[in-house]
């Protein structure tokens, strides 16, 4: 029977067959979601922010891409999961409010670029992302196959 486990603001949490993931609210927020083909165990991170350095509130590493998203991809692999058989899906990074001052207000676009490059780094590649905009998102992500569900008010719902 499975089971859909919620993953909170900056948090993170894997699984295995036959349950999912699921994260409610992403706005600037960033959903990484990280799938192994061959164990069909799968991650997820709700990211706040793009990287760790100058914050001074940094004790949380799932708040932040570069901390939070190798601490997933380990946490996988203790399940049995293996890095050569995984890839990712992106979601959410939307630009919540009017920014005019500077590109570095945009949190969202900030957090997807910071996302893109630690999946990079960690030689996992994205497969699919539904990103930007200016609308929050709810995702569902099963490891039944790897798909994600994306909930939007008013926009539907769609699978990626």
């Known amino acids: 029977m499975m089971e859909i486990i919620k993953v909170g603001m900056a948090d993170l949490n894997v699984t295995g067959y036959p349950n999912a993931l699921t994260t409610l609210g992403l706005g600037s927020c960033v959903g990484v979601c990280i799938y192994d083909t061959k164990t069909k165990i799968i991650g997820m991170i709700h990211i ?29 692999e203790e399940l049995g ?12 990074g939307a630009q919540m409010f009017e920014v005019t001052r500077s590109e570095f207000m945009n949190i969202g676009k900030r957090n997807v670029e910071a996302a893109k490059k630690v999946l990079q780094e960690q030689n996992i590649p994205i497969v699919a992302e539904d990103t930007g905009g200016n609308y929050g998102r709810t995702i569902i992500f099963y490891s039944e196959d790897g ?4 909930k939007t008010i008013g926009k539907g719902t769609k699978t990626i």
């Not at 999961?81 to 959410?92: D, E, R, S, T």
């Not at 798909?147 to 994306?150: A, F, G, N, Q, S």
């Open 48 to 76: 706040m922010l793009p990287y760790s350095w100058g914050v001074k509130n940094n004790t949380n590493p799932a708040k932040f891409a570069d901390t939070g998203i190798p601490l997933l991809i380990e946490k996988m």
């Open 81 to 92: 999961a293996a890095k050569k058989n995984m890839f990712a899906k992106l979601a959410g």
């Open 147 to 150: 798909r994600l569900e994306i």
